[in-house]
């Protein structure tokens, strides 16, 4: 199968739901604090609920000791690319909240939404092994880096020691308190004798989150300055860094570590998975999680413009180059 043709078509399908939310916003269709409503709807419903039924549905026991190497090699993959995105921005950003979302976006691709939509349109035959490689994703993005890099806090708390719980309390966020949710119900066993109707408002509620979160990025654009915006070179080191160096740092990586003899970690299954994960732009999360805090996120929408621009083209192109470079049998 060529992967080119069937990515780009679903990277095209993605783009279009940016464009109608740019389109909404500039034409002025909906009220102008539209986009900060739908940000809480994102923070408070759509985003808990998508992760707390990822959770209920993959996060057995079942799951975690028939595909553990597939989760030791995601928790591989995020203590190497966490590290990396530090190194990144150093240096770019004088401000720390700019540098911290600058750092989210490097560290944690948009591989929920768009990497479930690519993986779900050419590789169906894997989602649920893809699932379970992002686990660890999951659990770090929303219990250290939504409430570390993307939640502010106050001015004054470097400067005085914090007490056990104001250490806690960045992690008591509706994200993290659904993955937790999750994986209690679904290592219990407790979502097989759950209402029929429950489970159905948590997934079409983690439906809603997908085309809802690519909306509310055009909608955020939408009031953007595009010229300007696009004359901050910055902007373009940044996502640059994430749809292109990424994606070929660590395919050589992957390159290296596929010609080794017997190796039983480095499948196929976990290539097109890391593939996946390495390759998206930056995730949305950066966006609406401070928008709901009422924080300025003019230069965060304009770099996941420009990597999600750029990874309609970068994305197939890195699975183009994982076939043709490395050869997979899927």
Same mark, same amino acid.
């Given at each position: 199968?060529?992967?080119?043709?069937?990515?780009?078509?679903?990277?095209?399908?993605?783009?279009?739901?940016?464009?109608?939310?740019?389109?909404?916003?500039?034409?002025?269709?909906?009220?102008?604090?539209?986009?900060?409503?739908?940000?809480?709807?994102?923070?408070?419903?759509?985003?808990?609920?998508?992760?707390?039924?990822?959770?209920?549905?993959?996060?057995?026991?079942?799951?975690?000791?028939?595909?553990?190497?597939?989760?030791?090699?995601?928790?591989?993959?995020?203590?190497?690319?966490?590290?990396?995105?530090?190194?990144?921005?150093?240096? $770019? !950003? @004088?401000?720390?909240? *700019?540098?911290?979302? +600058?750092?989210?976006?490097?560290?944690?691709?948009?591989?929920? =939404?768009? /990497?479930?939509?690519?993986?779900?349109?050419?590789?169906?035959?894997?989602?649920?092994?893809?699932?379970?490689?992002?686990?660890?994703?999951?659990?770090?993005?929303?219990?250290?880096?939504?409430?570390?890099?993307?939640?502010?806090?106050?001015?004054?708390?470097?400067?005085?020691?914090?007490?056990?719980?104001?250490?806690?309390?960045?992690?008591?966020?509706?994200?993290?308190?659904?993955?937790?949710?999750?994986?209690?119900?679904?290592?219990?066993?407790?979502?097989?004798?759950?209402?029929?109707?429950?489970?159905?408002?948590?997934?079409?509620?983690?439906?809603?989150?997908?085309?809802?979160?690519?909306?509310?990025?055009?909608?955020?654009?939408?009031?953007?300055?595009?010229?300007? $915006? !696009? @004359?901050?070179?910055? *902007?373009?080191?940044? +996502?640059?860094?994430?749809?292109?160096?990424?994606?070929?740092? =660590?395919? /050589?990586?992957?390159?290296?570590?596929?010609?080794?003899?017997?190796?039983?970690?480095?499948?196929?299954?976990?290539?097109?998975?890391?593939?996946?994960?390495?390759?998206?732009?930056?995730?949305?999360?950066?966006?609406?999680?401070?928008?709901?805090?009422?924080?300025?996120?003019?230069?965060?929408?304009?770099?996941?413009?420009?990597?999600?621009?750029?990874?309609?083209?970068?994305?197939?192109?890195?699975?183009?180059?994982?076939?043709?470079?490395?050869?997979?049998?899927?």
């Amino acid at each position: 199968m060529n992967l080119f043709a069937p990515i780009f078509n679903q990277m095209l399908v993605l783009f279009l739901f940016i464009v109608i939310g740019f389109i909404l916003s500039r034409g002025k269709f909906v009220p102008e604090d539209s986009a900060k409503t739908l940000s809480k709807l994102e923070n408070y419903v759509f985003v808990p609920a998508l992760v707390t039924g990822t959770f209920i549905t993959n996060c057995t026991v079942e799951t975690l000791s028939s595909v553990w190497k597939l989760l030791a090699m995601g928790f591989a993959l995020a203590l190497v690319s966490i590290p990396l995105a530090f190194v990144a921005v150093k240096g $770019l !950003f @004088k401000e720390d909240y *700019l540098r911290k979302i +600058a750092t989210y976006g490097l560290a944690f691709s948009n591989f929920g =939404f768009m /990497g479930n939509a690519i993986v779900k349109s050419a590789f169906s035959n894997i989602f649920f092994e893809y699932t379970v490689f992002t686990l660890p994703f999951w659990c770090v993005a929303y219990g250290w880096g939504v409430p570390t890099l993307l939640i502010p806090q106050a001015e004054d708390a470097e400067k005085k020691r914090k007490t056990v719980f104001e250490r806690i309390k960045p992690f008591i966020n509706p994200m993290f308190i659904g993955v937790l949710l999750g994986m209690v119900i679904g290592l219990t066993g407790l979502g097989k004798i759950m209402p029929a109707p429950i489970m159905q408002v948590v997934t079409v509620a983690g439906d809603c989150m997908s085309p809802l979160a690519m909306i509310l990025t055009g909608m955020t654009v939408g009031k953007i300055p595009l010229l300007n $915006l !696009f @004359k901050k070179w910055r *902007l373009y080191v940044v +996502a640059l860094f994430r749809v292109v160096a990424y994606p070929l740092l =660590f395919l /050589g990586i992957f390159a290296l570590l596929a010609l080794l003899p017997e190796n039983a970690f480095v499948t196929d299954t976990f290539l097109v998975c890391g593939t996946c994960m390495v390759a998206m732009p930056m995730g949305l999360t950066s966006i609406f999680v401070p928008v709901a805090y009422g924080k300025d996120t003019t230069e965060v929408a304009g770099m996941v413009l420009i990597s999600h621009l750029l990874s309609v083209l970068t994305i197939p192109l890195a699975f183009a180059l994982l076939q043709a470079g490395i050869g997979i049998a899927l």
